[in-house]
């Protein structure tokens, strides 16, 4: 359950695990003390970017006075991104609690708000004003949340409760692990004049400064990050200057990257072999989003809701719903596997619970079928997210390009056609061409063709039998998606590895059709009443994967960049490998944490790495 909160007399938060006051104080104390600590809005000034870190998230306040004075300021970095660690998130009610008398922020505060759910242990990638500002909420004990940070913070938020009453988060570990974060020059604001945390952060190569606090503080603590030796690794700068980029597919990898690339100051030209974008695997009529949910809480689960909640987000900023997406959430089918779900708490719960009685009838499945309801999913149309992140400003889109080879000539990249001309040239490209892919970048990487097929009719009267809600677990069903002519109902996909055929197959059809009468009976009376009426029709297209089933998503090369073999989930990873390629480009905090971000490097299963 979330962190609770009580207030005292005259208002003043208080942590009932410490027994502590949250020293927020409000807005004028995070302008006051961190704000003003670090020196900002004015350090920030002519910045192509921010990043802040910082030590308990606690109420938002920080977070949320540094995302006002970035919106106030003229002034203000192209993007503003906060890593912020909490062991203990409290409720979405205390976070508006907090701003009740603080107008400015309250218009910000209902957005986070409306956001703050499922913060299982892990990081959280938060997405605001357009994709300008990012918060990482980083979930757990602090130091191994330091452990999993990688970037280089350009100011620090020193918070916490009372050294007194929680030294882990301001023992010398969790200093040094705050320092080997901070780029030379780095700012440092924090409340506390505590004895020891001055002494450790000096022996750290902090210089600081004391200065006049507000109640309850007399004193807080400004410093700049200025060791009197060289640190071995640490640069003065660590941002790459956006320039020209080159990104080869314009499907979901494609688009989504070119997207997350051009947010950051990147002008980019996406080329593809078809005349219009989203051919391919991506022009699924459409697709289910859902989170992988597995017992023991594996791999994939936790990629998966990095994932799901990215793309959440894009499609609730872009996409028109009802027309072009819908938050439905899913039930899922588990067979005869009853074992239960991971011990992770209520926090859970907005991913996956056990689905209640009444959503199994509503499905059509016996009360004692085996089934989870993940609250955050939905169908989506993969084309209409396409077009929208080709819409980014920045995004120019070249159709109708043969690309057959990329190679590497002085400083950048060529990307040539038939006969060896000059399509473009760069230096950064990123290859998102899916199974394409393989043969451009000859021989760095291997795919594997995964052939898939779905079938749809529209609603006939019949129609009304189906379940309110998509049901995924053995394929998916999707019962209510506006296509062009009317509402139709998808149902799909077959998973063909290693084949590469995208021609329409009977036996396919046939498949489909019998994982509902397996999963949902009632439904499958609607299904063969279409099939007799000759409404019946399918779609069919080549994904890839990799050797182990995770997406490809880093650098192979310098400037030559990777994001592709996102098999069936598609929706799921594109945007979240985008973030992560450009945040790797920029030096800024991962939307992963380092274990899950190594687990997609593109590197990881290249002929080099194999040895």
């Known amino acids: 359950m979330a962190e609770p909160v009580v207030r005292d007399d005259d208002g003043t ?13 409000g807005l004028k104390q995070a302008r006051h003390v961190f704000l003003q600590g670090c020196g900002l809005p004015a350090a920030w000034a002519g910045r192509p970017q921010w990043r802040i870190l910082e ?109 007194e009453v929680h030294p882990e988060m301001w023992s010398l570990g969790t200093l040094k692990g705050v320092t080997r974060l901070s780029r030379r020059g780095a700012s440092l604001a924090t409340w506390t004049i505590a004895g020891h945390v001055r002494r450790d952060l000096q022996t750290c190569g902090w210089q600081l400064e004391q200065c006049p606090g507000l109640p309850p503080e007399r004193d807080c603590l400004k410093g700049r990050y200025e060791p009197a030796w060289d640190v071995k690794g640490l640069p003065q700068q660590d941002e790459r200057t956006p320039g020209e980029c080159i990104v080869i597919g314009a499907g979901l990898a494609g688009a989504g990257v070119a997207a997350s690339l051009a947010r950051r100051g990147w002008s980019v030209r996406v080329l593809d072999a078809a005349p219009a974008p989203a051919g391919g695997a991506s022009s ?50 588990r067979g005869d596997d009853h074992r239960p779900l991971p011990p992770l708490g209520e926090a859970l719960l907005p991913w996956t619970r056990e689905a209640t009685g009444a959503q199994k009838a509503a499905a059509g499945l016996a009360p004692a079928q085996a089934a989870w309801w993940h609250e955050n ?25 043969r690309i057959e080879r990329v190679v590497r000539e002085d400083t950048h990249w060529v990307v040539r056609g038939p006969e060896g001309i000059e399509l473009a040239r760069a230096p950064l490209v990123v290859v998102a061409a899916a199974l394409g892919s393989q043969a451009l970048l000859e021989g760095r990487v291997q795919l594997h063709p995964v052939r898939g097929q779905v079938s749809w009719a529209p609603h006939d009267a019949d129609a009304a039998s189906l379940p309110p809600f998509p049901v995924n677990g053995h394929g998916h069903f999707l019962p209510r998606v506006p296509l062009v002519e009317r509402n139709a109902w998808i149902t799909g996909s077959t998973y063909g590895r290693g084949d590469a055929d995208p021609g329409l197959r009977s036996e396919d059809v046939a498949a489909n059709l019998q994982r509902v009468r397996e999963v949902m009976p009632r439904a499958a009376e609607v299904v063969q009443s279409a099939t007799a009426r000759g409404e019946l029709r399918s779609w069919s297209g080549v994904r890839c994967a990799s050797s182990d089933r995770r997406p490809l998503a880093g650098e192979l090369e310098p400037g030559l960049w990777l994001s592709t073999a996102m098999g069936s989930r598609g929706l799921t990873f594109a945007a979240l490998c985008g973030e992560l390629i450009a945040a790797r480009l920029h030096g800024e905090p991962l939307p992963l944490e380092a274990r899950l971000a190594k687990a997609l490097d593109a590197a990881r299963l290249s002929p080099a790495s194999r040895g």
């Open 13 to 25: 938060a208080r942590s009932t695990r410490f027994d502590d006051i949250h020293r927020s104080g």
């Open 377 to 401: 999913a939905a169908w989506i149309e993969p084309a209409a997210l396409v077009r929208s992140w080709l819409r980014t400003p920045g995004v120019r889109f070249v159709g109708g390009q």
């Open 284 to 333: 699924l009529p459409a697709g289910l989003l859902a989170p992988h949910q597995s017992p023991d809480d594996n791999l994939l689960s936790r990629l998966s809701r990095a994932g799901v909640r990215i793309t959440l987000q894009e499609a609730r900023q872009r996409l028109a719903a009802g027309l072009e997406w819908e938050a439905t959430g899913v039930l899922e089918w």
């Open 55 to 163: 030590t308990g998230f606690g109420l938002g306040l920080n977070f949320l006075a540094a995302w006002q004075a970035w919106r106030s300021d003229p002034a203000r970095p192209r993007l503003l991104h906060v890593a912020s660690i909490e062991a203990w998130p409290v409720s979405a009610d205390d976070l508006l609690r907090a701003v009740a008398f603080e107008p400015e922020l309250q218009p910000l505060a209902r957005e986070l708000a409306s956001r703050w759910q499922g913060l299982v242990p892990g990081f959280h990638r938060f997405s605001f004003d357009e994709g300008r500002v990012l918060l990482t909420l980083c979930v757990g004990d602090v130091a191994p949340i330091l452990r999993e940070l990688d970037f280089r913070a350009d100011s620090v938020f020193l918070g916490g409760f009372d050294p």
